[in-house]
């Protein structure tokens, strides 16, 4: 499981998921300023970071930018998005303070926000800082809580060695 947010450009009066789920129905591919664009983004956000690493599909419609250790930026030509594992040990602000340097990047670019779909609402690393950090604390407790139960309900399997004896 991870935590997911998402850049775009809101719709008056459109649910900002809806609008991510109406544009991901559009399988036309990006026009080449769109991709040009995305590299431009990756360039100017991997200058930043430069121990990130970035993937390219063979298309070019779609780039994918990784900190080495938990987060994933991806482009593509209606979005971007920030993935990253609900794991105890992860350090939150840094986390944060990599999401808004690169969604400043990103936003200079497109004029997308940043979107919490956790918290429901539009996102500024800085302001929201504590309701980040309750919403993925929530989120930790709950990936914990259903490992535990897991464990709880399936013991381990002993190795298959031992089930042919």
Same mark, same amino acid.
């Given at each position: 499981?991870?935590?997911?947010?998402?850049?775009?450009?809101?719709? *008056?009066?459109?649910?900002?998921?809806?609008?991510?789920?109406?544009? #991901? *129905?559009?399988?036309?591919?990006?026009?080449?300023?769109?991709? #040009?664009?995305?590299?431009?983004?990756?360039?100017?956000?991997?200058?930043?970071?430069? #121990?990130?690493?970035?993937? *390219?599909?063979?298309?070019?419609?779609?780039?994918?930018?990784?900190?080495?250790?938990?987060?994933?930026?991806?482009?593509?030509?209606?979005?971007?998005?920030?993935?990253?594992?609900?794991?105890?040990?992860?350090?939150?602000?840094?986390?944060?303070?990599?999401?808004?340097?690169?969604?400043?990047?990103?936003?200079? *670019?497109?004029?997308?926000?940043?979107?919490?779909?956790?918290?429901?609402?539009?996102?500024?690393?800085?302001?929201?800082?504590?309701?980040?950090?309750?919403?993925?604390?929530?989120?930790?407790?709950?990936?914990?809580?259903?490992?535990?139960?897991? #464990?709880?309900?399936?013991?381990?399997?002993?190795?298959?060695?031992?089930?042919?004896?």
């Amino acid at each position: 499981m991870s935590y997911d947010l998402y850049m775009l450009a809101p719709v *008056e009066g459109e649910d900002p998921l809806e609008t991510l789920e109406r544009l #991901a *129905e559009d399988e036309s591919p990006p026009p080449p300023e769109v991709l #040009a664009r995305n590299r431009q983004i990756a360039d100017a956000v991997l200058a930043a970071h430069p #121990a990130w690493t970035k993937t *390219e599909s063979e298309t070019g419609d779609w780039i994918e930018l990784d900190d080495g250790e938990a987060l994933q930026v991806g482009l593509s030509e209606h979005e971007a998005s920030f993935s990253f594992p609900y794991w105890d040990s992860l350090d939150t602000d840094r986390i944060l303070d990599d999401i808004g340097s690169a969604a400043e990047v990103i936003s200079g *670019e497109t004029g997308w926000r940043l979107y919490d779909p956790q918290i429901e609402q539009f996102l500024d690393p800085a302001r929201d800082r504590a309701a980040f950090k309750k919403a993925f604390g929530a989120g930790t407790d709950a990936v914990n809580r259903i490992e535990q139960e897991h #464990a709880e309900v399936e013991p381990p399997r002993p190795p298959w060695w031992k089930r042919l004896l």
